[in-house]
């Protein structure tokens, strides 16, 4: 067995004994999938950056970047309380620096892994994520980037909450990640916040806030890398089990990452 499939297949392995805990996603952050169904969410996203946060969070210009990535996004209900959850990403990046223009196409990453409701307290829905990520292309010459053949593998806790927001009906999910990625990569630690408001029974918008920060030991030699992203989106139902969500984000401050602002345009399909 090459190093390639042994590492799919630990991944694998590493998924299956996480199973028991693992399920639930990011539609509304912890509810799962009603068993037998299956939702599929494709989504592209166009994204800028003119400047990068240095080791200091400040902006400065380094050149230019542009992303442009397709993701298909599932979740399967395999029971009532375990979703199964995968994702593939595919991108083109263009880099412009000191006159000359670099350009990458490729598949990204491919992950797969569950989402499993633990428990409902006091209205508040309570699941874990166990996730494996096998990264299927370079992520640069830094020694602390993910090389192709490389897993990442995660955890997550999620909560979700009914709420009234303004006289409007909606939700609050929160989401608190580490993934671990083996070798001499940091690890990384994130927290995600979302707040869905419906505003009559065809539309609803989000607001999304992203912090995520490398942990751990790390070869770079800038160090660590931190940022915190926002984004707004607004979806519409055009008819049942046929929605579409158009939106926005930006990166607001960081360190040792691009200062990335970005489009958003998402169907979504459940049948």
């Known amino acids: 067995m090459g190093k390639f499939a042994q590492k799919l297949f630990y991944g694998c392995v590493g998924i299956g004994l996480l199973f028991i805990l693992a399920a639930e996603s990011v539609l509304a952050g912890a509810w799962p999938q009603p068993k037998g169904e299956t939702e599929v969410i494709v989504s592209a996203t166009h994204a800028l950056a003119h400047r990068t946060f240095d080791q200091t969070g400040n902006a400065v210009s380094r050149g230019r970047f542009k992303k442009v990535e397709i993701q298909v996004y599932a979740e399967h209900g395999l029971t009532e309380r375990v979703t199964l959850v995968g994702e593939v990403a595919r991108s083109t990046d263009k880099s412009e620096a000191f006159n000359r223009q670099f350009t990458d196409t490729a598949f990204r990453r ?20 166990a996730l494996a990520t096998l990264n299927t292309s370079s992520g640069g010459d830094d020694p602390a980037a993910s090389q192709s053949g490389d ?39 994130s927290a995600d ?79």
Do not use: C
């Not at 989402?115 to 309570?126: A, M, S, V």
């Not at 890398?225 to 960081?254: D, M, N």
């Open 193 to 271: 916040a979302t707040l869905g408001l419906n505003w009559g029974p065809d539309w609803m918008t989000l607001l999304k806030s992203n912090t995520e920060y490398s942990i751990g030991r790390t070869p770079s030699p800038q160090g660590h890398y931190w940022s915190s992203k926002a984004e707004f989106g607004l979806v519409h139902r055009l008819e049942p089990g046929f929605a579409i969500e158009a939106g926005a984000f930006r990166t607001f401050i960081g360190r040792n990452v691009l200062k990335e602002t970005g489009l958003k345009l998402s169907l979504w399909y459940d049948f």
């Open 151 to 189: 897993m990442d593998y995660e955890i997550a806790v999620n909560t979700g909450t009914p709420v009234m927001f303004m006289g409007l009906f909606g939700f609050s999910a929160q989401r608190f990640a580490y993934k671990y990625r083996p070798g001499i990569r940091p690890a990384v630690a």
């Open 110 to 129: 491919v992950e797969f892994g569950a989402r499993t409701h633990l428990f409902t307290w006091d209205e508040t829905l309570y699941s874990v994520d």
